[in-house]
């Protein structure tokens, strides 16, 4: 049986000053029909330019309800033109009513004083300081990877191969379709925008010259790197950017283990086995595809194209493209655990890290790939 005291209640009393306003008892949602229809009684207009004070001290109960009551009370105070004043309210109230007053405020407009040329070059200045922060956290985030593995190496027992064979399925068996298929369609195209092109000058064979040592060489490897960064390095930054936000990741750390080697190390060796097999997958589609177009738009029949591809291509050709393959899985593991454990605690800056971790990852391979291409050129390769 709930004690007479604690019914919520409303009591105000005039003054020459203006009004004064007592909430009585619990203020909590169960009275808030009760309480809203005393507040809508209260008549405001007899304070106008006189103070309407509230003393919370004989409230014995407040919730978010409550304190929403109380700032309705404010609002219909200031709107017939009166000064609102409270006091007697206890530290957690306090701070309740002042959480609700913050809410809906729009944030601080940015500073005009300074002019459009010093802005940019903030701007300029601090994106280098990020990429500066980056590179060192990337190289940081490298050295504990060596270390890892240098640790795994004295004592394997410890590597967790169930969780590998898990993502090597995730990474590279249940992406073989699509990659296969965006593969096959780029081979495709590739050789019918060369048939198109050669043909001016009678040179339709040469297509198979081309297509080969250009998918086997550049466009495999990259084309799948690009896929794997957006399909399976996003689902790593989300996967331990989640686990970031939910504090599993500092549950991992009191417990003893360590997350690069319990959450990095499978993703990362689960990338560097499974993109050599994408790459030579998406080498052949490619070639299929080009083959395939070349047979119906370039007469070349496939036993042609075969003896062709043949004498155009060696056995260099095809290690030149795969052996980069290894280095851009471990690029693209590393940007996306780096971006995942950068995740804070919102939904907005999981959306963030995924998205900054597919369009670095993307980019960074792609400059690997001129670095190879350009040590390649140096060597005679």
Known sequence: MQVEDDVAD???ET?????????LGEWTAEAG???????DVIDFRSASGKTVAIDLAEISRMDTVGALLIERLKAAAESAGAKFESHGARPQQARLMEALGERGKEPPPPSRNESG??????DIGGGVIEIGADVKRGVGFLGAVVMVTARLSLTPWRFRFTSTVSHLERVGLRAVPIIALISFLV?????????????NFGATLFVVDLLGILVLRELGVLLTAIMVAGRSGSAFTAEI???????EIDALKTMGLDPIEVLAMPRLVALVIAMPLLSFIAAMAALLGGGLVAWIYGDITPITFLQRLKDALSLQTFFVGIVKAPFMAVI??????TEGMKVEGSAESL??????SVVKSIFVVIVMDGLFAMLFAAMGI
Do not use: N, Y
């Open 10 to 12: 409303l009591k105000v």
């Open 15 to 23: 003054f020459d000053e203006g009004l004064v306003v007592t909430p």
């Open 33 to 39: 029909d009760r309480l809203q229809h005393k507040i």
């Open 117 to 122: 040329p010093v802005t940019l070059l903030a």
């Open 187 to 199: 081979g495709a195209i590739v050789a019918q925008q060369s048939i198109f092109q050669l043909k």
């Open 241 to 247: 950017g989640s686990m970031k936000m939910r504090e």
């Open 332 to 337: 693209i593991g590393l940007i996306a655990c």
């Open 351 to 356: 959306g963030a890290r995924t998205t900054s």
